[in-house]
């Protein structure tokens, strides 16, 4: 069993910036691939933006390229996703997900943490 912490949601107007991180403790954070999922009511479950194990391949969804990405550090077992010029429909709780095999496929990451709400207004 992976557990994930995320940290660093809130409240921003339109156009700001954020970089939520999430924390996997006690585990093999590098055999990991790590994704990053914005849910919102009525919306499906979709990884937007992952990160190979070793930091050295990222994918971003259209929908948010050229705004998000993601990085990570093995030494302190994080991920961080920066989200610029955000927008009022990026609002949703960002989920943090590890698969320990399919890099891009949503239905590979089989851990996920509790969310961090992520509310940007117009």
């Known amino acids: 069993q992976v557990q994930l912490v995320e940290s660093g949601g809130g409240l921003v107007q339109a156009g700001a910036s954020l970089s939520p991180s999430c924390v996997a403790p006690?585990?093999?954070?590098?055999?990991?691939?790590m994704g990053w999922s914005p849910q919102s009511p009525g919306k499906e479950r979709e990884v937007v933006a992952c990160?190979?194990?070793?930091?050295?391949?990222?994918i971003i969804a259209d929908s948010v390229l050229g705004r998000f990405t993601s990085s990570r550090d093995n030494t302190k077992n994080t991920v961080y996703l920066q989200m610029n010029s955000l927008k009022p429909e990026d609002t949703a709780v960002y989920y943090c997900?590890?698969?320990?095999?399919?890099?891009?496929?949503?239905?590979?990451?089989?851990?996920w943490g509790p969310g961090t709400q992520v509310t940007v207004s117009s």
């Open positions: 997900a590890a698969s320990p095999d399919s890099l891009y496929s949503t239905e590979g990451y089989n851990y």
């Open positions: 990160i190979s194990t070793t930091g050295g391949s990222t």
């Open positions: 006690g585990r093999p954070f590098n055999t990991y691939h």
